[in-house]
Nanobody
Framework: QVQIVQSGGGSVQPGGSLRVACAVSKYELDYTVIGWFRQAPGKEREGVLCLRTTDGTTYSTDSVKGRFTISRDNAKNTAYLQMNNLKPEDTGVYYC??????????????????????WGQGTQVTVSS
C-alpha cells in the first residue's frame, strides 16, 4: 500500500514563495516518477513538474519554468515542490503523485489521470494581494 502525505502550501502575496512537501516511502523516492499537479477552480488538473527519481530527468510546464523546482530529502523520504515568484494564476489545489519508473516524465505530467498511480490528498496554494 503506497502512502503519500502532503504538507505545506498556504497563502502568499504575488512574488512570494511557498513549498509543498510530499512524504513517501524510500522505494517511491528512489524508483518512481514523482509528479506535481494542480487544479485551479473551474479548470482541469494539469501536470506542473515531474521528476524521474532514478536519473533526475524532469519535465515542467512552460508557465512554471524558472520558478518551480523539485528537490528531495532522502533522510526524510520526502520530495518538495519549491515555488518562487508566485503569481495569482498559480492558485489551486496541488497534488503529489507517484508512478512506476517506466513512465516518461512527459507522460506523467501530460497524461496521468486521477485513476492512475498513487495520489496525495492535495494542498491548497493561494496567491493573492
Amino acid at each position: 500500500q503506497v502512502q503519500i502525505v502532503q504538507s505545506g502550501g498556504g497563502s502568499v502575496q504575488p512574488g512570494g514563495s511557498l513549498r509543498v512537501a510530499c512524504a513517501v516511502s524510500k522505494y517511491e523516492l528512489d524508483y518512481t516518477v514523482i509528479g506535481w499537479f494542480r487544479q485551479a477552480p473551474g479548470k482541469e488538473r494539469e501536470g506542473v513538474l515531474c521528476l524521474r527519481t532514478t536519473d533526475g530527468t524532469t519535465y515542467s510546464t512552460d508557465s512554471v519554468k524558472g520558478r518551480f523546482t523539485i528537490s528531495r530529502d532522502n533522510a526524510k523520504n520526502t520530495a518538495y515542490l519549491q515555488m518562487n515568484n508566485l503569481k495569482p494564476e498559480d492558485t489551486g489545489v496541488y497534488y503529489c503523485a507517484v508512478h512506476p519508473h517506466y513512465i516518461t516524465v512527459q507522460q506523467m505530467c501530460l497524461t496521468l489521470s486521477p485513476g492512475e498511480g498513487h495520489w496525495g490528498q492535495g494542498t491548497q496554494v493561494t496567491v493573492s494581494s
